[in-house]
């Protein structure tokens, strides 16, 4: 009842784990199923920051299609894409980056004319749209505007700051006022001016007289002194800006000759060649940390003696031939101890006057082990070597059909003087189909050298086992975060 009850649980629990990873990938990836053909096009761009295979292709705000491949040429990005047959690409289309929100992701936007009845052909270019303008320009725009603000801003805390400041403006806006009303009378009375009366000239001249005594009240002599102050930083300022300009025009006088370190930098080819050589260097180092691609897997796997095991890995891959993988297992039957006891019978008429008898007994214990591996792949032909269920191991891989299907084999805890279980290592073999981009299926057999604890030789009946297994890599786990947060 006990062995019955643990099969039980392991097999609901497996079934619940692919229930709700299967409904994650309907949830996540509906176009998998999508059985509709699609053309090809390509694009040359710039930058191709934040573009990268299964990026959306959208026009008019719609869907039809995704980034397909990325590929570096000399100066520039090819971008290829599938989009659905039956949408038209008219002559004349453009293609533009753009981004949703200040954070959110890069599609691709297709930009259509009138239809003329003239398409681009299958396979055909679509340009890039010219003078556009995407959000981290705006953005670096905007901080530009905001640093010169800043110092405008500084400058009139600086003159507006303190109390005298604050004073002498108040003071000069106060006789502005005061000019300002007195003028306002002044052109009163010399529009009611009429004729030769004498009475209205000497009006006239008294508010002129008036207007040119608040005049000369607000050229005081504190406002005359700041006047002139002003005036004079002014000329200061005028001498140090031709002083600049004069350093200026020597120092590129200078650099036009090649003196200096800046001119021989600029004149010297070999030089300009070998900073764009250390350019190119540095971009390559610093390209794998930006493409990095995180996907997740899990497997379950279904032997014909009763017994199942379970992976769940994280793969880590930093270039399309390069990737690390971390994760764990859950293992039944493998951690076995060995205890030898000796017992004692009486003599008996046939036997000699004492016999010994050699007693093994082997315990099964549930385990956790651990998965750490690097991989690199030599075109069809893949190379693993780490930890593998917390033991050291090697493993060779062979991807088929555009990497649909998967031969793989693996040799891990090797036969040493304590683990004496295995005529070699343990070795498994198995074979991985993928279906829909997320599904796969798998078969194989698994430690095919393992000895029998009572006979001491090679097990006759080989360890054969069926699974399946789920995958999504860190795009689809971005749409499901952006579900969840929706769906809150």
């Not at 959208?58 to 000399?74: E, P, Q, S, Y």
């Not at 075109?379 to 930890?387: A, D, Q, T």
């Amino acid at each position: 009842m006990k062995t019955l009850g643990t099969e039980f649980k392991v097999g609901l629990f497996t079934l619940v784990a692919l229930s709700t990873l299967v409904y994650m990938f309907f949830v996540l990836s509906p176009d998998s199923f999508e059985s509709g053909k699609r053309n090809s096009y390509y694009t040359i761009l710039s930058d191709a920051a934040g573009i990268i295979p299964k990026t959306h292709v959208k026009t008019n705000g719609v869907i039809i299609g995704k980034v397909k491949d990325v590929r570096l040429d000399v100066n520039m990005t090819r971008i290829d894409m599938e989009i659905d047959m039956n949408v038209k690409i008219p002559v004349g289309s453009h293609i533009e980056v753009r981004t949703r929100g200040l954070l959110g992701d890069v599609f691709l936007e297709i930009v259509r004319p009138e239809d003329t009845g003239q398409y681009i052909p299958k396979g055909g270019m679509i340009p890039k749209a010219e003078g556009t303008t995407d959000m981290q320009a705006v953005l670096a725009l905007a901080g530009s505007i905001g640093r010169d603000v800043k110092k405008i801003t500084g400058v009139l805390a600086e003159v507006m700051g303190s109390d005298d400041g604050k004073k002498s403006i108040g003071e000069i806006l106060e006789n502005v006022h005061d000019g300002t009303l007195d003028l306002k009378k002044t052109l009163a009375a010399l529009r009611g001016a009429v004729g030769d009366r004498p009475e209205d000239v000497k009006n006239i001249v008294a508010n002129i007289k008036e207007f040119t005594q608040g005049l000369r009240e607000v050229m005081n002599e504190g406002n005359r002194q700041k006047l002139q102050h002003i005036i004079a930083s002014f000329d200061e300022s005028m001498a140090d800006v031709k002083g600049a300009s004069k350093n200026i025009r020597l120092i590129s006088e200078k650099v036009e000759r090649g003196e200096g370190t800046i001119g021989k930098l600029l004149s010297d080819e070999s030089t300009i060649a070998e900073i764009e050589g250390a350019i190119k260097d540095l971009r390559e180092v610093l390209s794998p940390v930006k493409k990095l691609e995180v996907g997740v897997e899990y497997r379950g796997e279904f032997r014909n003696d009763n017994t199942g095991q379970n992976y769940f890995n994280m793969v880590f891959r930093t270039r399309p031939d390069r990737y690390y993988l971390l994760g764990a297992t859950d293992v039944q039957n493998e951690q076995v101890d060995r205890t030898t006891k000796t017992i004692t019978e009486e003599p008996t008429v046939d036997d000699d006057p004492t016999t010994t008898q050699t007693r093994e007994i082997i315990q099964d214990r549930k385990a956790l082990r651990y998965n750490l591996q690097f991989a690199k792949r030599f075109g069809p032909v893949g190379l693993r070597f780490g930890l593998f269920e917390s033991t050291g191991g090697i493993a060779s891989d062979l991807y088929l059909f555009r990497d649909r299907l998967r031969l793989s084999a693996e040799a891990f805890d090797w036969k040493t003087k304590d683990n004496e279980y295995r005529r070699v290592a343990h070795m498994k073999a198995y074979a991985s189909v993928l279906f829909f981009n997320h599904v796969s299926a798998i078969a194989g057999v698994d430690d095919i050298t393992r000895l029998d604890p009572v006979t001491g030789k090679e097990h006759k009946d080989p360890k054969y086992y069926f699974g399946a297994g789920l995958s999504f890599n860190d795009n689809d786990l971005r749409s499901l975060f952006g579900a969840a947060a929706i769906a809150r």
